[in-house]
């Protein structure tokens, strides 16, 4: 089974604090994928990353920026956190192949404070 | 632009009659489709696909799902819903456009299915 893993399930940080999650999957996945999700607008792509060193904006990247130092890591930074940035983010992965399904971690609730 | 669309924010359903949760979607070319299930503070979890082929599609925990090309939609459907089903459910395309494009899929904005006993 595929395995995508996150960091913190909970995670209180203060305004203007810089933040860090943290994504690690297992299958050697090509692509690697963040989003947040808030009740009433489904998930809404902030980064995504097809290769290691590579990275693209999504819809809503203000605010946010990635890492992707080794195939199977994939960072979201919050440089300065706000209280808008509120809310669960996804970490998601999948092959760059005809499947195209991406294979989610269990969320990281972030509440900033 | 490429979207997708859940018309329900929530359906409501008694336990063992059938379930539908609605999505349509609006693509250029020809459309990959996908549900997810999200239970409570759980990520997504895939259930199935439509890529080609027969348009009635089955998946993970007995639910299956139609693409109906004319009227492009692809709902999810089971049979007999169980109180364990309720969840809230994404229907997913796959997005063609811009970098990597290929590799992205746009989210419904998710349908909370309740089924009471």
């Known amino acids: 089974d595929v395995k995508v893993t996150q960091s913190s399930r909970y995670l209180v940080k203060r305004t203007g604090e810089k933040v860090f999650l943290e994504c690690v999957q297992d299958?050697?996945?090509?692509?690697m994928f963040w989003y947040r999700q808030d009740p009433g607008l489904g998930l809404r792509l902030i980064y995504f990353?097809?290769?290691?060193?590579?990275?693209e904006k999504g819809d809503i990247p203000e605010g946010y920026s990635v890492s992707r130092e080794k195939k199977e890591r994939f960072s979201l930074i919050l440089e300065s956190a706000s209280t808008n940035q509120t809310s669960m983010y996804l970490c998601?992965?999948?092959?760059?192949?005809?499947?195209?399904?991406?294979?989610f971690g269990p969320g990281t609730r972030l509440t900033v404070t | 632009a490429q979207s997708v669309a859940q018309p329900e924010d929530q359906v409501n359903v008694a336990e063992g009659n059938p379930l539908t949760v609605k999505c349509t979607y609006s693509v250029s070319g020809n459309p990959y489709l996908f549900w997810y299930v999200q239970y409570p503070n759980r990520g997504l979890q895939f259930l199935l696909k439509y890529i080609t082929g027969d348009n009635l599609v089955k998946g993970s925990y007995g639910f299956e799902a139609e693409f109906n090309k004319s009227q492009t939609s692809f709902h999810l459907k089971k049979p007999s819903a169980l109180v364990s089903d309720s969840a809230l459910y994404f229907c997913a395309v796959r997005d063609m456009d811009g970098a990597g494009g290929y590799n992205k899929l746009i989210f419904g904005a998710g349908t909370r299915l309740a089924v009471h006993p």
């Open positions: 998601a992965s999948s092959f760059s192949t005809v499947t195209y399904e991406q294979y």
């Open positions: 990353s097809y290769d290691v060193k590579m990275k």
């Open positions: 299958m050697d996945h090509e692509n």
